[in-house]
């Protein structure tokens, strides 16, 4: 599977922006509501534990800090689809993670819009801006 090609013509598809770092790792910039953008990176990475690759979409929310509602984070994970929260680097984020194995373009195309989705709204509720 070429991810990045998959990301490129999903980038072109719904007039966003598409950039490869390398071979395992990409960046789209997807519009969302209001007229703005939520970058999401794309990463292939091998999971040891269960010997196959994973694609990971991550897409920052906010810093990390101790006023966050964490309990109520968790509470509205039950409504996702592919997503998750994760703190990583100091940093509230989007994350979703899958097997590269049988998964479809439009499953990926899926993933992508939820993680830029869910970023955009969760940094609006906690911050009432657009940061990232």
């Known amino acids: 599977m070429d991810l990045s090609l998959i990301m490129k013509k999903y980038a072109d ?9 390398d071979s395992v790792q990409s960046i789209i910039i997807i519009p969302v509501s209001g ?6 990176l ?20 906010c ?3 101790l006023s966050i509602d964490f ?18 680097q100091n940093y509230l984020q989007i994350e979703a ?3 590269l194995q049988n998964l479809s373009e439009e499953t990926i195309k899926e ?6 989705n869910l970023a955009d709204q969760y940094e609006m509720k906690l911050t009432g801006s657009d940061i990232h």
Do not use: P
């Open 97 to 99: 993670v899958a097997s």
């Open 42 to 61: 794309g990463t292939i990475k091998k999971n040891d534990l269960y010997n196959r690759e994973l694609i990971t979409f991550n897409s920052k929310v």
């Open 71 to 88: 309990k109520m984070l968790l509470e509205q994970t039950a409504f996702f689809n592919y997503c998750r929260f994760v703190i990583n």
């Open 35 to 40: 007229g703005r953008f939520q970058t999401v």
């Open 13 to 21: 598809q719904i007039g966003g922006q598409f950039t490869q770092y």
């Open 63 to 65: 810093s990390s800090s």
């Open 111 to 116: 993933m992508l819009q939820e993680v830029a």
